[in-house]
């Protein structure tokens, strides 16, 4: 159950206030560094400054659960674990689509119209993004936020999931930078990640069209702030 709600608020606020511009529109086999324009891309960047914070330094790895309270209070206690869904939501109080952080993990985030209705239209679906594999044509810019979910099967025990926030994309390279708190089986395509830890919130690159994004079992796709 998703306790927060857009309109909720919380006493202490660590960034500036939300101003809501039209955005460009989105061109997704573009190259250039973000299409997002004004205000919303300075909140972005703002946001995005205190994500890369969360992975340099290396939080321990934790689905928090007892109190559920620690994966959306602001305490020392409350941020000194996280797994890979607590750290986007807190992204999204960051960057302005909700006034307290949200309690999301991947099972919501897997149907793009139910989690654009739990966010109250303030994130959108990127298009195209979907697309699994190398036939993926999509450009994500920082900002955006990755997703694969995995549902319980005959195969596999339990489901599972994770999300990420994207820092930067490299056209040279066709790579994706992103941060994320990453559990103890660590990554699909860590080749670029070579002694880079795991089982903690980290920045790791990973080729758009890999294992780790795309060619992952249970892709779902990208979404972007839409405020």
């Not at 992204?91 to 209705?117: R, S």
């Not at 699994?132 to 319980?152: A, H, L, M, Q, S």
């Not at 830890?197 to 780790?212: D, E, L, M, Q």
Request: glycine share 8%; net charge positive; charged share 30%.
């Amino acid at each position: 159950v998703v306790k927060a709600k857009p309109t909720d608020k919380f006493p202490v606020n660590l960034t500036p206030s939300v101003i809501k511009p039209d955005l460009a529109p989105s061109n997704p086999t573009s190259n250039t560094p973000s299409a997002q324009i004004g205000p919303i891309k300075n909140k972005i960047d703002v946001a995005l400054g205190t994500m890369k914070n969360f992975g340099k330094q290396d939080i321990p790895y934790n689905q928090e659960t007892n109190p559920r309270s620690l994966r959306t209070d602001e305490t020392p206690k409350a941020l000194a674990k996280m797994d890979c869904s607590e750290l986007v939501s807190r992204y999204l109080k960051e960057v302005g689509v909700f006034d307290k952080v949200p309690d999301f993990q991947t099972n919501h985030m897997a149907d793009p119209i139910a989690f654009k209705k739990l966010c109250d239209g303030k994130v959108q679906f990127m298009k195209g993004s979907e697309i699994k594999g190398g036939k993926n044509t999509f450009i994500p810019e920082p900002g955006d936020i990755f997703v694969w979910r995995r549902e319980k099967s005959e195969k596999r025990a339990k489901a599972d999931g994770h999300t990420g926030v994207v820092l930067s994309y490299d056209a040279e390279k066709d790579v994706v930078e992103v941060v994320e708190a990453l559990g103890i089986v660590g990554s699909a395509d860590d080749s670029r990640n070579k002694n880079a830890p795991v089982n903690n919130t980290r920045i790791s690159k990973y080729s758009r069209v890999g294992k780790a994004l795309t060619e992952h079992d249970g892709w779902v796709g990208y979404y972007r702030p839409n405020l």
